[in-house]
């Protein structure tokens, strides 16, 4: 249900399906996509930067917004909090109610810890239930954990920590049959061997589904586990600066109930931070695929503590972000669409990519094709490329994509979109945080004793660019690791004094740093208060 | 390029864009969302909404993030509904009819309404993935549910009293453990890396010089 505009297009996109059903386009040499990242990918735009002036990563570059959020004075008053009397005492403190907040608290718990989560929404209100196309894990025979690190090594332009990356694809088989141990549905044939297929830059078929709900199944089973265990969930409380003790080890976390803004104290042997990511910023004004909260609280949590940051600079555009309708403008179509067989395809009809390419240069190749190529689809929020799904039906059967992405179906079908039959409209939307805490393997910070780390939160695991499918793998094997050590280590922790002069020191370097700002964080929250497009 | 319609927030007046959503319109007239808000993309069930068309008998519900605007439109959202969730072990409960007797006996109270089917704001067949759990087919249970998002605009509807999504969650995990087949080539894996399989092969790549690294990657197969 594409109005007259589009009619042109459309036709000539109909008319070539056939031919670029057959067409099997050449990849991209690792020149090549240097050269194209350089110039059309947003990491690479040096005006969009800023060097920090303070804190553990004084010097280095990262988004204006987030330099703005970090370099920014608290919501605490530090003299004005009594950590005497903390309202919550438990030995491992978990921040953040998602795929790796939950797996950590189960993991703590089975560890025999006193576990509490505390979140700013409510359980499961997180990028793990919106996670669609899948969880990577080296388990068919043709596969192994070291091709898996080759494919993330390469993908993240051999950035990453390898002992995080050896964790990651080593432990990815254990938390697939863990997940499966909990309930968890993956798309199996009768004989129980996995349905997988390939994501872009993955060598081997090893991406494990549950339809196009596969971050939404996983999420749902943990938080019933979660409750299950009747592990306590502090929902609607964020936390808001980490407490410290006087020998500089996390300690707890000062919160604030988002409803009645009453400041509670909790008392921790050991923190998790496992908030997630920073879509809800906007950088570079960029529409996301993200949840409401992801404001990035947790660096800025870290940072004041003291905790180091690795690749904030480097963020991930999803190539496929719903360009129309404006209702669903910045949404995420799961590149499992690609996978199932679909191709982009520019304004002509042609298809000006191999549609399995990384995703930061499947990304850069559609700012190309809509900007200097003048190749794009011209809608009312800017330009867009085709996305030709009716090729699914016609390479894997009729069918095909109401059984295996039903939510895409459903998606556009709200809005008169029937992508069995009509093609659809993608540009890049801002999907994920590349970078974030530096950890070691045991998943604590690698500068703040007893200060753990899971999930979109920690930086280094992917390098500079993360392989679909990874982020889902990660929150659970990281969240289980973080829950882990926590669990362990808390048996041995003698608290000292809490204290929140780390909170006063860090306003006195920004006012030695001669920091003018207005601005108060964590965020929280986005402010979309009469403001039309969000 | 939109007009502007009137909608009732809560049985208060408002004019907004007819092209947004009702999430967005919320937030147009200037409201500050902490309820009621997840992750903007129809699959949390935060936005839970009910709404009626000015002279229309009909009560209908939907995600707020999930639908337009429409004029007249008289809106109230359900940010939270108090479903009943059992606890349970899942290592202790059986594929057998029985746990659906123990932990939700409700679902046998249904009078056969379809009140939540008309509800579904993911236009499932609620009532029938209920009647699989009354005979204990957690397959098909699991199956018809699997789409749900746990809104809970089901069980505010029910005559019964029953918690569908509680139910639904129930059938799936005893499917995705018990009934669905167990995955061979997991399992060996699993046992390989335990078994120390790959460890020459990952200590290799964790020494080897970047250039040699690119060098692998630039040239690996690719599986068609």
């Known amino acids: ?534 | 390029m939109s007009n502007m319609v009137n909608i009732f927030l809560f049985g208060k007046k408002y004019e907004v864009p007819d092209n947004l959503t009702i999430m967005n319109a919320m937030e147009y007239a200037g409201y500050q969302l902490v309820r009621g808000c997840g992750c903007r993309n129809g699959f949390c069930g935060a936005c839970a909404t009910i709404y009626r068309i000015k002279g229309d008998r009909e009560l209908k519900s939907c995600l707020a993030c999930q639908t337009k605007v429409e004029d007249n439109m008289y809106i109230a959202t359900l940010p939270f509904f108090p479903l009943v969730k059992q606890v349970y072990d899942m290592n202790k409960v059986t594929a057998s009819e029985a746990v659906m007797m123990q932990l939700y006996p409700e679902i046998y109270a249904c009078i056969g309404c379809n009140a939540c089917t008309k509800a579904c704001t993911q236009e499932l067949n609620v009532m029938q993935y209920i009647a699989y759990a009354q005979r204990g087919d957690f397959e098909k249970c699991a199956e018809e549910s699997f789409d749900c998002v746990m809104c809970g605009v089901c069980s505010s509807r029910c005559p019964a009293g029953i918690s569908h999504p509680q139910v639904a969650m129930l059938a799936r995990r005893i499917n995705g453990k018990y009934l669905a087949p167990n995955c061979e080539h997991l399992d060996n894996r699993v046992q390989e890396i335990k078994d120390g399989t790959f460890k020459e092969l990952i200590e290799a790549l964790m020494q080897k010089p970047i250039d040699e690294m690119k060098e692998l990657y630039n040239n690996r197969d690719i599986e068609k």
């Open chain 1, 1 to 534: 249900m594409y109005s007259e505009k589009f009619q042109k297009s459309l036709a000539a996109v109909e008319a070539a399906r056939e031919k670029n059903i057959a067409l099997e386009p050449a990849r991209m040499t690792a020149q090549q996509k240097t050269d194209l990242l350089a110039e059309y990918h947003p990491d690479y735009k040096q005006d969009e930067f800023e060097l920090l002036q303070i804190g553990p990563n004084k010097g280095d570059k990262v988004p204006k917004e987030l330099a703005d959020t970090l370099q920014a004075h608290s919501r605490v008053c530090p003299n004005c909090v009594n950590l005497d009397n903390p309202d919550y005492d438990v030995d491992v403190l978990v921040i953040g109610g998602g795929g790796a907040g939950s797996s950590a608290a189960i993991e703590a718990h089975e560890a025999g810890a006193n576990v509490m989560i505390v979140t700013k929404l409510r359980i499961g209100d997180a990028h793990t239930m919106m996670a669609e196309g899948g969880i990577q894990a080296a388990d068919k025979p043709n596969d192994s954990p070291a091709i898996h690190f080759v494919d993330a090594f390469g993908g993240g332009h051999f950035a990453a920590k390898r002992e995080l990356l050896e964790r990651l694809v080593c432990d990815a088989p254990e938390a697939i049959k863990w997940l499966s141990d909990l309930g968890v549905e993956f798309d199996k044939t009768e004989d129980g061997t996995m349905v997988t297929t390939h994501g872009g830059g993955t060598s081997r078929k090893r991406m494990h589904a549950a339809k196009d709900y596969s971050g939404a199944e996983i999420m749902r089973t943990l938080r019933d586990e979660v409750l299950n265990r009747q592990i306590p969930v502090v929902d609607f409380t964020s936390a808001i600066e980490l407490i410290l003790d006087e020998n500089g080890a996390a300690a707890g976390a000062v919160l604030l109930n988002m409803e009645t803004k009453e400041i509670l104290v909790a008392r921790a042997k050991t923190v998790i931070i496992a908030t997630g990511g920073a879509g809800r910023m906007h950088y570079q004004g960029f529409p996301t695929s993200n949840h409401y909260g992801a404001t990035a609280d947790g660096l800025v949590l870290g940072y004041r503590a003291g905790a180091k940051l690795l690749y904030a600079e480097t963020l991930q555009y999803h190539p496929t972000g719903a360009a129309y309708p404006e209702q669903i403008f910045g949404a995420l179509v799961t590149e499992k669409v690609r996978s199932l067989g679909a191709k982009l395809v520019n304004v002509n009809g042609e298809v000006f990519m191999h549609p399995l390419e990384t995703r930061d240069v499947s990304a850069a190749s559609i700012i190309r094709e809509c900007s200097t190529r003048g190749n794009g689809v011209e809608t009312d929020q800017g330009k867009a490329v085709w996305l030709d799904t009716p090729m699914i039906e016609k390479i894997g059967g009729e069918g095909t994509i109401e059984k295996r992405i039903p939510a895409m179906m459903r998606m556009f079908g709200k809005y008169g979109i029937d992508i069995r039959k009509e093609p659809i409209l993608v540009y890049p939307t801002l999907h994920y945080q590349n970078g974030g805490l530096d950890i070691t393997p045991d998943g604590m910070t690698t500068n703040v004793k007893n200060l753990f780390v899971a999930g979109e939160a920690v930086g280094g695991i992917h390098g500079k660019n993360r392989l679909m499918g990874n982020s889902l793998l990660d929150i659970i094997v990281f969240g289980r690791i973080a829950g882990k050590s926590a669990g362990a280590v808390c048996k041995d922790v003698k608290l000292g004094k809490l204290t929140l002069d780390h909170v006063t020191k860090f306003e006195k370097e920004i006012s030695d740093a001669g920091i003018n700002t207005d601005t108060i964080s964590p965020k929280l929250l986005p402010d979309y208060t009469r403001k039309v497009n969000s």
